[in-house]
């Protein structure tokens, strides 16, 4: 299956799957900036003040810093056949996730009352969309994190299936891609994150 997967290969000589990613990425960075421009563009129009970002938005960001921390441990753990390390660094990512989904729900109640009634209601509407396209995104991402994570734990409990998971070329550049979206999803939270900060600020 590998030697066949190795075979598909784009135009440029990249494999299918790194190209894809890479178009989603860019869609995605479109995307963010046409919501980000919205908002501005909003904001000059109705003179609305900005957002004050609660607390948990920055204890967020360092949420999804760690996340992407234990993403490069896991790769580093799978370059050196380190069962144990990659066992737990794919765990404490998934747990860092988890934890940063629960407290975005807990900032969007804190924004909930000021959708009526508030001249920032249009600018809040911007922050639910563009923070609930990037939960979205995070979810898309958790069932390939689960899958090695699954497989972390229960097809890695034999030195020969260890030994085979490893020298996996297909697995290794799939890790590689997850920890890239990963780590564009956190780069970009911190991005958003800052883009409110300084309109709060001007």
Do not use: C
């Not at 299918?16 to 046409?34: H, N, P, R, Y």
């Not at 999804?64 to 790769?75: C, I």
């Not at 497989?151 to 020969?160: L, R, V």
């Amino acid at each position: 299956m590998a030697k066949k997967y190795n075979t598909e290969r784009s135009a440029i000589g990249l494999p299918l799957e790194k190209v894809g990613l890479f178009l989603l990425l860019l869609s995605l960075t479109m995307l963010f900036m046409a919501f980000s421009i919205g908002y501005v563009f909003t904001r000059s129009q109705n003179t609305a003040d900005g957002i004050h970002l609660p607390p948990i938005f920055i204890i967020n960001s360092f949420i999804l810093l760690a996340s992407s921390y234990f993403m490069n441990k896991a790769n580093k753990a799978y370059k050196d056949d380190d069962t144990e390390g990659y066992q737990k660094a794919l765990l404490r990512t998934m747990l860092l996730t988890i934890a940063f989904m629960g407290a975005q729900g807990i900032g969007w109640i804190y924004f909930k009352p000021l959708l009526i009634g508030e001249n920032i209601g249009n600018g809040v509407n911007y922050l639910y969309a563009i923070s609930g396209l990037h939960f979205a995104h995070i979810i898309g991402g958790i069932p390939f994190l689960a899958v090695f994570l699954y497989n972390a734990y229960k097809k890695m409990d034999e030195p020969m299936t260890v030994l085979l998971y490893f020298s996996d070329p297909v697995k290794r550049m799939r890790l590689q891609l997850l920890t890239i979206y990963w780590h564009f999803l956190d780069g970009l939270w911190i991005f958003l994150v800052l883009f409110f900060l300084l309109n709060m600020l001007f």
